[in-house]
């Protein structure tokens, strides 16, 4: 899994699927974090997830329907699963992604799958958040924080002046569970490495 951030760390991207896109001279330097961190065997894990919030619908649909905003702007493939994470990545958050990442998979619902977490278990299974399918297959789900937070949003009124107003309730991303099966590759989302970017984004 590959993450990158500017120069002081303000902002980041978490690459859920490989990415082909960027150029090596991009970046001042790089670091190799886990060449291959081991995939733990998680026991009665439906406990913890019974105890989320469920909703019938998907992430892009909720996300649409105004349940919750990005904390930024993560983006999709063309069916919808999310191919990576742009967040706001000081030097905290960052430390706080990398001790807590973890690898692991579990049975569910007579299924195997695959877990990965960007937070602490506390965080990850907090019985106030949201697990949302990517699609219609169910074979990949992120687990969501809705926060107390909101940021003012501008949209344009009937009569076309400007309005401010709260945005819903900013969501954060805590983990992704997702089958072998899943456009998610286990074997890339096993080996972590950081990228420092020479100019900010």
């Known amino acids: 899994m590959d993450i990158t951030c500017d120069q002081s760390c303000g902002m980041g991207y978490i ?3 490989q990415f082909k896109q960027h150029q090596k001279e991009d970046f001042d330097k790089s670091r190799l974090i886990a060449s291959a961190q081991p995939i733990e065997v998680i026991d009665n894990i439906y406990l913890k997830l019974n105890k989320l919030n469920w909703p019938d619908k998907k992430y892009i649909d909720a996300l649409m329907d105004g349940n919750f905003i990005e904390e930024f702007q993560n983006d999709f493939d063309e069916n919808a ?3 990576g994470i742009e967040l706001q990545l000081n030097q905290q958050r960052l430390e706080s992604i990398i001790e807590h990442y973890k690898l692991a998979t579990f049975e569910f619902n007579k299924n195997q799958f695959y877990y990965i977490a960007f937070a602490e278990d506390e965080k990850v299974f907090d019985s106030k958040n949201y697990v949302y399918p990517l699609s219609d297959k169910e074979d990949a789900f992120v687990i969501i924080t809705r926060s107390q937070e909101r940021r003012y949003q501008i949209t344009l009124g009937e009569n ?5 107003s709260l945005s ?3 969501a954060y991303i805590r983990a992704l569970i997702f ?9 890339y989302l096993k080996r972590l490495k950081l990228y420092i970017s020479n100019e900010d984004y």
């Not at 076309?160 to 401010?164: A, L, M, N, Q, V």
Request: proline share 9%; charged share 50%.
């Open 179 to 187: 089958k072998e099966e899943s456009p998610y590759d286990i074997d």
């Open 168 to 170: 819903p309730k900013i």
């Open 81 to 83: 699963y999310l191919k």
């Open 160 to 164: 076309k002046e400007s309005e401010k």
């Open 15 to 17: 690459y859920l699927q």
